[in-house]
């Protein structure tokens, strides 16, 4: 994805749902902090963006999205892209993460007034998830030196989450700076 479809899904979410306060959880929420041509393919392959709103108690604007410009839907099939409504809880994010989202600050987006998460807390989020393509992003954005390991080690320790999670993100950051380091063939 790139921030031009990206701004097309935002625009037409705000409108669908009549609310212009969204937030970008998923993995394209990389795209407020960095243009496509600044990424590593790792972070803009995925063909969705999350799409959550500020006030949405019911999910009944998630629901909209869903059905309006989801996957399958014929927005989905006309551009072979597509928005998928969630709620904001559905991502684990540190404590204060509210306060350090990036403001999705581009014209061809409006009506929407959009955030995303900021990097490091999106990283964060991607290992408590721990599917392999979360940790496939994570290692990228680190071996490009997009997201620093040491505030990732800060953002773990405010998830308020089990410890065995918060050993295991802390264990996974360990394993992604590893990766990211290792560019060259396996010996």
Same mark, same amino acid.
């Not at 790792?42 to 959550?52: C, K, L, N, P, Q």
């Not at 927005?75 to 993460?97: C, D, E, M, R």
């Given at each position: 994805?790139?921030?031009?479809?990206?701004?097309?899904?935002?625009?037409?979410?705000?409108? $669908?749902?009549?609310?212009?306060?969204?937030?970008?959880?998923?993995?394209?929420?990389?795209?407020? /902090?960095? %243009?496509? &041509?600044?990424?590593?393919?790792?972070?803009?392959? /995925?063909?969705?963006?999350?799409?959550? @709103?500020? /006030?949405?108690?019911?999910?009944?604007? *998630?629901? !909209?999205?869903?059905? *309006?410009?989801? &996957?399958? %839907?014929? @927005?989905?099939?006309?551009? =072979?892209?597509?928005?998928?409504?969630?709620?904001?809880?559905?991502?684990?994010?540190?404590? +204060?993460?509210?306060?350090?989202?990036?403001?999705?600050? @581009?014209?061809? /987006? !409006?009506?929407?007034?959009?955030?995303?998460? &900021?990097?490091?807390?999106? $990283?964060? =989020?991607?290992?408590? *998830?721990?599917?392999?393509?979360? #940790?496939?992003?994570?290692?990228?954005?680190?071996?490009? +030196?997009?997201?620093?390991?040491?505030?990732? @080690?800060? #953002?773990?320790?405010?998830?308020?989450?089990?410890?065995?999670?918060?050993?295991?993100? #802390?264990?996974?950051?360990?394993?992604?700076?590893?990766?990211? %380091?290792?560019?060259?063939? &396996?010996?």
């Amino acid at each position: 994805m790139n921030r031009k479809q990206l701004a097309h899904i935002l625009r037409a979410a705000a409108t $669908i749902a009549e609310d212009p306060e969204i937030v970008v959880i998923g993995s394209q929420a990389i795209l407020g /902090s960095f %243009s496509e &041509e600044e990424l590593p393919i790792e972070a803009t392959r /995925s063909i969705e963006a999350d799409v959550a @709103f500020r /006030s949405d108690p019911d999910e009944m604007k *998630a629901d !909209k999205i869903e059905g *309006a410009i989801g &996957e399958n %839907s014929r @927005f989905h099939n006309t551009y =072979s892209y597509y928005g998928q409504g969630v709620s904001i809880g559905t991502a684990q994010l540190p404590k +204060g993460w509210t306060e350090r989202v990036v403001m999705y600050e @581009f014209e061809d /987006s !409006k009506p929407s007034k959009a955030v995303c998460l &900021e990097p490091h807390d999106l $990283i964060i =989020s991607k290992l408590v *998830a721990n599917r392999e393509k979360d #940790r496939e992003f994570a290692t990228a954005l680190i071996r490009y +030196g997009l997201v620093d390991p040491a505030i990732l @080690f800060e #953002r773990v320790e405010l998830l308020q989450l089990p410890g065995a999670v918060i050993r295991r993100v #802390r264990e996974s950051i360990v394993r992604r700076v590893k990766e990211a %380091s290792n560019v060259g063939p &396996e010996t």
